[in-house]
């Protein structure tokens, strides 16, 4: 198989490679913070930082890391990066740090980062992990915006805090509960696969 260009590598992980919807990875957060659209933003934006230059870095080191230490080598670089972005938001966000609570931590082990120091970084030159990261890291800031967007819809008529819903409008209580995480992402992973069985079906 020739190499992807440019392009493909970074869409692909919009649709094909999506990390939420085709390879249901970093289940915990996007189902633990996306009660709320701006916490679903926030955690991606701090999961975009962290993928981004541990992608990066591990690119840049790839050949100085012995084989036997590398997952652990990775993981020191991903936990310096959450660091970094968990004091940023405790420091600037304190609202949104608190309610986001353990999971900006919880990055460290977040499949997703984890999975594309291994599968792709480790392996490919600084450029290309950087594309890889920005196209997994738009795909996964995108998948949360849809889940929490329409949790927090449905959920309080609200959308970043603000009504969009009249008085008319009963609030689905279960859509910002967990069991309203789940239904909505079931829901959405499906439609993704019926989209894919229709395009292949046109083609």
Request: charged fraction near 15%; glycine fraction near 8%; charge should be positive.
């Amino acid at each position: 198989m020739p190499p992807r260009s440019i392009g493909e590598e970074f869409t692909k992980g919009l649709w094909h490679e999506n990390p939420i919807f085709r390879q249901l990875l970093g289940m915990c957060p996007t189902l633990a913070v996306t009660n709320a659209v701006i916490n679903g933003i926030a955690m991606g934006l701090a999961t975009t930082f962290v993928l981004i230059f541990s992608s990066i870095v591990v690119s840049s080191i790839k050949k100085l890391i012995p084989n036997q230490v590398r997952i652990a080598s990775y993981i020191v670089v991903i936990a310096t990066f959450v660091t970094m972005a968990d004091r940023f938001l405790a420091a600037f966000f304190p609202l949104i740090s608190k309610d986001l609570g353990p999971y900006v931590p919880l990055i460290v082990v977040n499949c997703i980062i984890l999975g594309r120091q291994e599968a792709f970084s480790s392996k490919n030159s600084v450029g290309r992990s950087f594309i890889d990261a920005l196209g997994m890291s738009a795909g996964f800031i995108l998948a949360l915006l849809i889940l929490s967007s329409i949790r927090e819809i449905l959920g309080a008529g609200t959308f970043l805090g603000h009504q969009v819903l009249g008085s008319w409008f009963e609030p689905w209580v279960i859509m910002i509960l967990p069991p309203g995480a789940f239904i909505t992402l079931g829901i959405l992973i499906a439609l993704t696969f019926v989209i894919e069985h229709k395009i292949k079906q046109r083609r």
